[in-house]
């Protein structure tokens, strides 16, 4: 399916040609504007008759679009890993609501919790949802190659902080990929029983990026290198000792 955005131009048989004007990717429902009209028409994708401007059909219940970048950035990723910048990591976390994830991708030392944030590298599922780009000057539905070129022009300074080698977390990525993608993304969710180590963690959550996919069933997905050394300590404070009854204690 093409892609759906605001600015995408579509066809109705009782409006005409209009112009889409807000999208939630997640309910199927846009707001568009046709020919003249100075409001807008809430309409639905999946009951609505409503065709792209070329006149192929949206599928939106039977073909329904990523809902999320993650499979699309996982598959850039690898892209760029296989072209020298292994030094590139995708880290995905859900919100506190769990009905959209976080990304963020960061280039330099491999250290999950000390990221280095640089503007544009991060985003929402929730964000994608209303505008399906990642927000570095690329376009809805742009290729894997496209995103490689808009992000290189968009900063080639942090990109090339990502030139050097990590062999062993490009394959790691590299089978990931392998088993999750297109339909599948990885969740890094560090909740875990209070003083667990990491060997007594499930693998790592898979989680699907459209509507209408079975549950994942194939292989396990194991933690990326240096994940394990998070948790080889456990760090806790003294609580201080309450005194109750007024008297200094000796």
Not at 18 to 30: D, Q
Not at 71 to 85: D, I, P, S, T
Not at 127 to 153: F, R
């Amino acid at each position: 399916m093409k892609a759906l955005a605001p600015g995408t131009v579509i066809f109705h048989r009782h409006r005409g040609y209009g112009v889409i004007t807000a999208v939630n990717l997640l309910t199927g429902w846009i707001a568009a504007r046709f020919g003249s009209e100075g409001r807008t028409l809430d309409l639905n994708l999946s009951t609505d008759e409503v065709q792209f401007a070329d006149g192929e059909a949206i599928l939106f219940r039977r073909a329904p679009p990523d809902r999320m970048p993650h499979a699309r950035l996982m598959a850039m990723v690898r892209a760029l890993h296989e072209a020298g910048y292994q030094k590139l990591y995708l880290y995905s976390w859900p919100k506190p609501s769990g009905l959209h994830w976080r990304w963020h991708l960061f280039t330099g030392p491999r250290d999950w919790m000390q990221r280095s944030w640089r503007e544009g590298w991060y985003g929402s599922g929730a964000d994608y949802n209303n505008n399906p780009v990642m927000g570095w000057g690329d376009t809805p539905g742009a290729t894997t190659e496209e995103l490689i070129h808009a992000l290189a022009k968009f900063d080639p300074e942090g990109l090339a902080h990502a030139l050097g080698r990590d062999e062993d977390h490009t394959a790691w990525f590299a089978d990931v990929c392998d088993a999750l993608l297109p339909g599948y993304m990885y969740s890094l969710d560090m909740q875990r029983p209070p003083g667990a180590p990491l060997t007594d963690m499930p693998p790592v959550p898979v989680i699907p990026v459209r509507a209408g996919l079975a549950p994942y069933s194939g292989p396990d997905i194991t933690w990326p290198p240096g994940w394990a050394g998070l948790w080889t300590k456990v760090h806790a404070m003294p609580a201080p000792r309450i005194n109750l009854t007024g008297i200094p204690e000796a």
